[in-house]
């Protein structure tokens, strides 16, 4: 048997839904991309799965005990595999702990998320220059009823594309929140305006506040910062005013606007 998931390779989800298969009699073999091969089995088997680095993989089978390799699915987004073993033995029936592979897994969901939206991008463009195209060509003449399938064709698949990748995205924030990691997100800009600053300010201090940016700064000691940022106005100023002296005035503006997708 043979089925096709969306899937990060090695979250929870994804084990949940072999397990699940597993239960009913169906044992995972192969991973190819996002197929997954299964034969039938009578035995009762638990999946596991691990990141394992390139260079152990070829050694997992020599050492094969109570756990069986199953399959194996490289990264692109590390120099790892997503290791799929399987047990019958009674004493591994029982779920694992979870194994605090979130950064890795953000990383995958992240490259998802990419290629689905570059994909859904170039099936929209190209299929609009197709009708446009065609449309000119027959000079208009396309009978009303090919039209309307062929218009009602390539929205509906455009619209699959973006439910998909709009459901990675959920990952992705789920997994931002996690890790607390946002790099290469978008993050909301402050802006941060100090008067009677002597010289500049020392961001390596508040680093932690966000990503920081001089705008402009003129001979009377006016600074302009702008600051990516997920902290208040009010964090930002505490945080500047422990690194500046007691007369300089410290204004934080925030900007208004929806973040986009990628924000988490």
Do not use: C
């Amino acid at each position: 048997m043979r089925r096709y998931r969306m899937m990060i390779k090695g979250s929870s989800k994804e084990l949940t839904w072999l397990n699940q298969l597993a239960a009913k009699g169906w044992l995972l073999t192969q991973v190819h991309g996002n197929w997954y091969d299964f034969d039938r089995t009578t035995a009762h088997y638990r999946i596991f799965s691990e990141y394992v680095p390139n260079e152990l993989v070829p050694t997992l089978a020599a050492h094969e005990q109570v756990f069986k390799v199953l399959a194996a699915a490289p990264l692109a987004v590390a120099a790892v595999q997503v290791v799929y073993t399987g047990s019958s033995a009674p004493k591994m029936q029982q779920p694992r702990v979870n194994r605090q592979d979130a950064p890795l897994q953000l990383k995958i969901a992240v490259a998802m998320r990419a290629h689905d939206l570059n994909v859904m991008n170039v099936f929209f463009f190209v299929g609009l220059v197709f009708i446009i195209t065609a449309i000119f060509l027959t000079n208009d003449g396309i009978p009303n009823a090919v039209g309307e399938v062929i218009l009602d064709t390539w929205l509906l698949i455009v619209v699959i594309l973006a439910i998909r990748a709009i459901r990675v995205h959920f990952d992705v924030s789920r997994l931002r929140r996690e890790t607390q990691n946002y790099d290469g997100a978008w993050l909301p800009t402050k802006h941060v305006f100090l008067k009677k600053l002597p010289a500049e300010l020392e961001t390596e201090k508040i680093d932690s506040i966000g990503t920081w940016q001089l705008v402009g700064h003129d001979k009377k000691g006016f600074y302009w910062y702008d600051v990516r940022t997920l902290a208040s106005e009010s964090e930002i100023r505490a945080a500047v005013k422990t690194i500046v002296p007691v007369e300089t005035t410290v204004t934080v503006v925030g900007t208004l606007g929806l973040a986009p997708i990628g924000y988490f």
